[in-house]
């Protein structure tokens, strides 16, 4: 309770009071109603990757962002919702709310977006304390900036019915090299 207390700025002689006391594992088959949008979401249990070492062991699943998510949201059949375009920023997915509307689309979720959401959960009385928290995110090498996974559409293609021809037909290919100066062709090996 202490280290609880600790975080927040209460004043002084003030402290928090337990009301009740019992193991997260109750919560598990609740629902609880999201604080921007109009929905509700289950409580379920998560994987072997939500530890207390790290948080407070409870957290939001993003089945769309993630593989350990994307495999926690297949085990519960949790709406697969990946509100992020290309470029990292929130799409209009993101902003279909009725306290917020628009306000998060557009916006890049590294960065004015986490502001934003911080500043609606505020606004609607569902923010208790925000406070930084190191992620351990994976990090592009080039860019040394996190890389942001997004479950998207993909498909893919058997080429075992004309796999032999295509690579009869690649043996057979000429390349030319055309440059104002000079003509170059050779067979590819």
Partial sequence: MQL??????????????????????????TTYQHPLYARTSPVIAGGDYITTESGTGL??????????????????GLELLSPVDDVGRFTVEAGSSTIVGDDFVGKSVLGEGNTAVIEALEEAGALIK??????????????KKP??????DQWFASVEGFREDALKAVDSVSLCFFHPWFLKCSTLY
Avoid: M, N
């Fill in 4 to 29: 609880l207390q600790s975080k927040f700025d209460l004043p002084e002689g003030e402290s928090l009071t337990v009301l009740a006391s019992f193991p997260g594992s109750d919560l598990v088959g």
């Fill in 59 to 76: 957290v939001h699943t993003a089945p769309g962002h993630g593989q350990e998510d994307y495999l926690t949201g297949l085990k519960y």
């Fill in 130 to 143: 925000a406070e930084d928290y190191g992620h351990k995110y994976p990090y592009d090498w080039r860019t």
């Fill in 147 to 152: 890389t942001i996974f997004r479950a998207t």
